[in-house]
């Protein structure tokens, strides 16, 4: 302010004439106040004015308390901070002393197990070794014995070479390879003796003239001798030849007197899971209905357990096709091929003596069907035709 300008006070907007009493704030807004409207009495300027005390106004009294209050908290945060800062790097040196310590350990355990290591592999080598001493001395004695029986110098029998069973895949492979030697250095006459086997399987099989090629395989003997000294026996199994097999397709007249028939073939079906709502008759009326060039049909109700009725289908041989289709059956209904043998106890006509044998085998009732014109045959006893 320049020396002209008169101090306006800024409690009361008037101007300080006299300067004794006036005073002006310490704060960051640096007003002037008339000791009046401040309320500071002269005795309290003086102390101000002799010590280092300082005045602020009412905003800014307000305004440093909280700045005190905001550097205080600052100051116990970064205190704080500084505490946790030096808990971390202590502990962080704890740490990379345990990490030193263990990597030592480790290093002092890998040289313990590599000298292990050696030290095992050697002893296993030694036993190794004294193993295939032991084998190769009995091995010896095997080859002895077996000269002395081959020369007939003793007739004991030959004494079977104990072999130790490898427990690691290492020792197996180990044993294979030394087994494989020793045979190769040892037993050449036998090696002679597969090969010459092996070439008498390849020979071809020489019949007799007075011999019927097509009998069923029997066993003949080969026998030679080698230069051992040994008899080489050999099973061969005679081959049967494939016989032409022909079913006449041919129809004969029932006029034709001279002439010859041979046996209808029929396939036998098994329809089961059948509603006890229905019969044998709607049966073969279903089936009529949908292969009208069916001629015979023979329909024969099974012994069943339970709430549905089973029974057996006889039908030309040339539809058994159709009768195999999921489509050809209502939902639910089974079917499979007919087995006689498995049927036994389900079929009545198996079960009765010989008189009612005979009398079953007839036909017992027998009428036309008229929506297809086909004779259907009830009662008849199955058969098999091949």
């Not at 029986?149 to 044993?175: A, H, I, M, Y």
């Amino acid at each position: 302010m320049s020396e002209g300008e008169q101090e306006c006070c800024s409690a009361c907007k008037a101007d300080i004439t006299d300067l004794n009493k006036r005073i002006q704030c310490s704060g960051l807004c640096n007003h002037v106040f008339h000791m009046d409207c401040a309320s500071v009495k002269k005795a309290e300027l003086k102390v101000l004015d002799n010590t280092n005390f300082k005045w602020f106004c009412d905003n800014c009294s307000i305004l440093s308390t909280n700045m005190i209050g905001l550097l205080t908290s600052i100051k116990n945060t970064v205190l704080h901070n500084q505490d946790q800062i030096l808990q971390q790097g202590n502990m962080i040196k704890k740490q990379s002393l345990i990490i030193e310590n263990l990597v030592q350990e480790v290093n002092r355990l890998k040289e313990t197990k590599i000298k292990d290591n050696d030290i095992i592999s050697f002893s296993t080598h030694v036993s190794r070794c004294n193993e295939n001493k032991d084998k190769n001395q009995e091995v010896d004695k095997h080859d002895s014995d077996f000269q002395n029986v081959k020369s007939g110098d003793g007739r004991r029998p030959l004494s079977k070479v104990s072999w130790l069973l490898p427990t690691t895949l290492q020792d197996r492979e180990q044993s294979h390879d030394d087994l494989k030697n020793i045979f190769n250095t040892r037993n050449g006459g036998l090696s002679k003796q597969t090969q010459i086997t092996k070439e008498d399987e390849r020979s071809s099989v020489k019949y007799s003239s007075n011999r019927d090629p097509q009998t069923q395989g029997t066993t003949k003997l080969a026998g030679s001798i080698d230069s051992e000294g040994f008899m080489l026996v050999k099973n061969r199994k005679l081959k049967r030849t494939s016989q032409q097999t022909v079913i006449g397709t041919a129809e004969v007249s029932t006029d034709d007197n001279s002439g010859i028939k041979g046996h209808e073939r029929k396939a036998w079906i098994y329809v089961g899971r059948v509603s006890m709502d229905s019969d044998d008759v709607k049966l073969a009326r279903f089936i009529c209905q949908k292969i009208p060039g069916a001629r015979k049909l023979s329909v024969t109700k099974l012994t069943t357990r339970g709430n549905t009725y089973a029974y057996c289908v006889g039908i030309d041989f040339e539809y058994k096709d159709r009768l195999f289709e999921a489509s050809f059956w209502p939902k639910g209904i089974v079917v499979r091929r007919f087995n006689f043998s498995f049927n036994k106890k389900s079929m009545p006509s198996l079960n009765s003596d010989s008189n009612n044998m005979t009398q079953r085998n007839k036909v017992t009732d027998t009428f036309d069907v008229k929506e297809n014109d086909v004779n259907f045959h009830q009662g008849a006893i199955p058969k098999i035709y091949k």
